[in-house]
Structure formats: structure tokens, C-alpha cells
């Protein structure tokens, strides 16, 4: 049976939870499903809250933690 694509997205909090439970208590930020998302060609929509300035920083995602997520989001099928 295929899924609806409602059925195949995985909310935020949902991810962060099967990564708590899979990676011995794991915490992930939202900036960091994000950046994996986008890793991977999930865009939701446009981003509307983008810094003012071409150069600003912003931390990277962990190699563990995008390793973690992409497991989430496999097991979610969305990937």
C-alpha cells in the first residue's frame, strides 16, 4: 500500500523523538533537522528568517547527529 504524502512526513518533534529513543537519549536541535533536510533536498517552503548579513555564521550539524537524523528520516520514509 503506497503512502499519501501527508502520511510520509514526519514532524520536527517526531524526529527528535525517535532520535532520543535510537541514539541513547540523543538531542537534536531543529536548526539541525533542518540543515539535514536541506542536505538532502527537502525543502518545505521558503525561509523567510535568513540574517541580514552574507556572512553570518551558523553552527553546522555534528557528523553524528546528521548520521542519527538521516536514520530518522529513512525510517520515516522521507528519504
Known sequence: MDLT?????????EIKK?????YEGMKVSSLNIAQV???????ERENYNLPKSGDAKQPQCPKEKEDAIA?????FRMI
Open 37 to 43: 533536510k536541506a542536505k538532502y533536498g527537502i525543502i
Open 71 to 75: 536514520d530518522a528520516l529513512r525510517f
Open 5 to 13: 504524502a501527508a502520511e510520509s512526513k514526519a514532524t520536527y518533534e
Open 18 to 22: 525517535y532520535v532520543a529513543e535510537h
